[in-house]
């Protein structure tokens, strides 16, 4: 199992920006990376993802704002998150495939309007 360690979470006012990191430990490969958020009484969602090459992938409420990156040499993903709304408001959780789906511990997002 890999574990993740993430940082970047905060309070920001609506229409600024916040960047999220998720460091992976461990020499693994990791296939798969991304990042799920959840609001109070509501499902867990997928907010965006990256292959191992690269190739990223957006929820559409975020498509445009969002920008999701990843250093392979040092098994992080990041989350840039411009033009926040206050429906951005949740946690976030960091993941990572292996053979298996490993979960970060979540980190909260408050965005006040």
């Known amino acids: 199992q890999v574990q993740l360690v993430e940082s970047g979470g905060g309070l920001v006012h609506a229409g600024g920006s916040l960047r999220l990191s998720c460091a992976a430990s461990?020499?693994?490969?990791?296939?798969?990376m991304g990042w799920y958020r959840q609001a109070p009484g509501k499902q867990r969602d997928l907010v965006a993802s990256?292959?191992?090459?690269?190739?990223?992938h957006y929820s559409d409420s975020v498509k445009g704002r969002f920008a999701i990156s990843r250093d392979n040499a040092k098994n992080t993903v990041y989350l840039v998150m411009n033009s926040l709304k206050p429906e951005d408001t949740a946690v976030y959780y960091c993941?990572?495939?292996?053979?298996?789906?490993?979960w970060g511990q979540g980190t909260q997002v408050t965005v006040s309007s």
């Open positions: 990256i292959t191992s090459s690269g190739s990223p």
């Open positions: 993941y990572a495939n292996t053979q298996i789906t490993s």
């Open positions: 461990g020499s693994i490969s990791i296939n798969a």
